[in-house]
């Protein structure tokens, strides 16, 4: 079992940047996938970003792509989305997910955390 528990969500103005984070937990934590998807009203949930187990590899969304970047640092089990240059269709709730599988489907993910907001808006 792996549980997952995100923060760093919040209110940011058009242009702006946010990082959140989230730090994983269980007994297998440190031997999986990792990626972020958003969700927003009346939307799918819809992939962002990926890192693999090691963090050497990393694939995006590509209406992220250039603006957001993954990492993830093994020694503390933590997993990053910093957001650059958002925009208001970046308002979301953010999950973090972590599965056996290095990819961009839901169901490459077994484990979910709650969701942190995050609101780009003037």
């Known amino acids: 079992q792996v549980q997952l528990s995100e923060s760093g969500g919040g209110l940011v103005q058009p242009g702006g940047s946010l990082r959140v984070s989230c730090v994983a937990s269980?007994?297998?934590?440190?031997?999986?996938?990792m990626g972020w998807f958003r969700q927003a009203p009346g939307k799918e949930r819809d992939f962002v970003a990926a890192v693999s187990r090691s963090g050497s590899s990393t694939r995006y969304a590509d209406s992220v792509k250039g603006r957001f970047a993954i990492s993830r640092d093994t020694a503390k089990n933590t997993v990053y989305l910093q957001m650059n240059s958002l925009k208001p269709e970046d308002t979301a709730v953010y999950y973090c997910?972590?599965?056996?599988?290095?990819?961009?489907?839901?169901?490459?993910?077994?484990?979910w955390g709650q969701g942190t907001q995050v609101t780009v808006s003037s």
């Open positions: 997910a972590a599965g056996a599988i290095y990819g961009r489907q839901r169901d490459d993910y077994a484990y």
């Open positions: 269980g007994r297998t934590s440190s031997g999986v996938n």
